[in-house]
Nanobody, 121 residues
Framework: QVQLVESGGGLVQAGGSLRLSCTAS????????MGWDRQAPGKQRELVAR???????TYQDSVKGRFTISRDNAKNTVYLQMKSLKPEDTAVYYC???????????????WGQGTQVTVSS
């Protein structure tokens, strides 16, 4: 059973920083792309950042220059460093990963349970 577990959310003032972590556990063959999405109250879930297995990164325009996604393959962990946080960054942040359960199976997308980030003005 593959699980993604996030940590690092919380309450921060505008202009502050937080670092989110997400670790994959369980039995699996390989992790491909990993990413972070977020969902604010009353809004649809949206992509924040994504990182490939070769560490190519993409970002939503609104977070470029403020957020940095990275990964540690030895620890099966993806990070999201968030700086210069704004109230509009307030949301539940979900990590996700494209994970191959075995070498003979195609990848499935797994999601974490979400971690709340609240930015006060």
């Amino acid at each position: 059973q593959v699980q993604l577990v996030e940590s690092g959310g919380g309450l921060v003032q505008a202009g502050g920083s937080l670092r989110l972590s997400c670790t994959a556990s369980g039995r699996f063959f390989r992790i491909n792309d990993m990413g972070w999405d977020r969902q604010a109250p009353g809004k649809q879930r949206e992509l924040v950042a994504r990182i490939t297995s070769r560490e190519y990164t993409t970002y939503q325009d609104s977070v470029k220059g403020r957020f940095t996604i990275s990964r540690d393959n030895a620890k099966n962990t993806v990070y999201l460093q968030m700086k210069s946080l704004k109230p509009e960054d307030t949301a539940v942040y979900y990590c996700n990963g494209e994970i191959e359960p075995t070498r003979w199976e195609s990848s499935d997308v797994y999601w974490g349970q979400g971690t709340q980030v609240t930015v006060s003005s």
